[in-house]
Each structure stands twice: as C-alpha cells, then as structure tokens.
C-alpha cells in the first residue's frame, strides 16, 4: 500500500510559478513510475506529466510542454512538479499518482498516460491562476 500527499498548490497570478510536492510512504517508491495529472471544474481528469522509476524518463502533455517539469529524489520518496509561466487554464485540482505495475512510462511503446494506469492515488491540491 502506498500513501501520496500533495502540497504546494496555491494561488497565483498569469506568468507565475508554483513547485508541487507527492510525498510517498513506503519503501518501495523507488519502483514506481509516478505521474502528474489535473482536473478542472466540469471536464475530465487529464494527463500532465509522467516520470520512470530513475527520473531518467519523462513525458508530457503538450499543454505543458516547455513550462512544468516533473522530477523525483527517490532518497526523499518525493516527486515534483515545478510548473513557470502559469495560465488561466491551467487552474485545477492537481494529483499524483504512483504506477504499482510498472517502473517505467511506456506500455508497448505508448506512454502511460491513462488514468487507470496508476494504482494510487494522492487526495489533489488545488492551483488557481489568475488572470
């Protein structure tokens, strides 16, 4: 069983920055490939970003290429999501979620970006932007 707890979401204005935080339980965080996902109010929840066991993978969504970065320190069971040049449309609630199958972030050479790829799941943090 894996606990993830998200902090670091807030409020900021168009063009800011935030850096999210997963703290992960247990000893085996090392194993999972981790990913970013959002859901704003009324629409479904979507894929951000997603990272391999190492942090020597990573893959995005193009909403967000170029402007978050997700990372991982493995000695600390935390994975990150430093998100620059913020946007209305990125306000959502944002979780993390740990993939208990697979180390990795591909499946038959396609990225797990689905959200029924992830075994667990943090409770979400909110991030609002203001235009």
């Known amino acids: 069983q894996v606990q993830l707890v998200e902090s670091g979401g807030g409020l900021v204005q168009a063009g800011g920055s935030l850096r999210l935080s997963c703290a992960a339980s247990?000893?085996?965080?090392?194993?999972?490939?981790m990913g970013w996902f959002r859901q704003a109010p009324g629409k479904e929840r979507e894929f951000v970003e997603a990272?391999?066991?190492?942090?020597?993978?990573?893959y995005y969504a193009d909403s967000v290429k170029g402007r978050f970065t997700i990372s991982r320190d493995n000695a600390k069971n935390t994975v990150y999501l430093q998100m620059n040049s913020l946007k209305p449309d990125d306000t959502a609630v944002y979780y993390c979620?740990?993939?208990?199958?697979?180390?990795?972030?591909?499946?038959?050479?396609?990225?797990?970006?689905?959200?029924?790829?992830?075994?667990?799941w943090g409770q979400g943090t909110q991030v609002t932007v203001s235009s």
């Open positions: 979620a740990a993939s208990a199958t697979s180390s990795g972030i591909y499946h038959d050479a396609r990225p797990r970006t689905r959200s029924t790829e992830y075994d667990y």
């Open positions: 247990g000893r085996t965080f090392s194993r999972y490939a």
């Open positions: 990272i391999n066991w190492s942090g020597g993978s990573s």
